[in-house]
């Protein structure tokens, strides 16, 4: 892929703060025609810049109350293990996100549950799944400061 300039970053702000803008408006706010607005468009799909397009749900109007950050060690770093815990995080639907840390702990998830219980039904599936999690601990998030999945480009 070549590399991407100035219009194809204008694009790209562009996009991740309203996806659902025309093509010809796109086009207008980039200074092309929507031919190559199109083309421009194409290639940064094709070349997986754009992974997916998506609608953003509000998770408080959806009843999801409480963000959880679950941090744990493990005794086990091979390889399969990591992928196999990988797995199980796209498996648990309320596995937001999954990182594995440097640092205190070994992997991080940000886990979104309707309330208290929904946490503790999560929990005891994660920890049923594997035995060599140690030094579980949980973070609640008491507000939401700052929530963005724009990237700083």
């Known amino acids: ?16 703060s309203n996806v659902e803008i025309s093509l010809s408006d796109l086009a207008e706010k980039v200074h092309l025609t929507t031919t190559p607005c199109w083309k421009r468009l194409k290639k940064l799909e094709d070349n997986n810049l754009i992974e997916k397009k998506v609608a953003l749900l509000n998770p408080d109007l959806m009843g999801f109350k409480l963000i959880a950050f679950v941090q744990f060690k493990t005794s086990n770093h091979s390889f399969n293990f990591s992928q ?70």
């Open 84 to 153: 196999a815990l990988s797995e199980v995080s796209t498996e648990l639907p309320e596995v937001m996100e999954f990182y594995r840390m440097a640092g205190d702990y070994d992997y991080m998830m940000k886990v979104l549950v309707k309330d208290m219980k929904g946490f503790d039904d999560f929990y005891k599936k994660l920890i049923n799944r594997f035995d060599s999690l140690t030094n579980v601990t949980s973070s609640f998030a008491m507000e939401t400061l700052k929530y963005s999945t724009e990237l700083p480009i």
């Open 1 to 16: 892929m070549k590399t991407i300039d100035s219009v194809d970053l204008e694009i790209l702000k562009i996009l991740q």
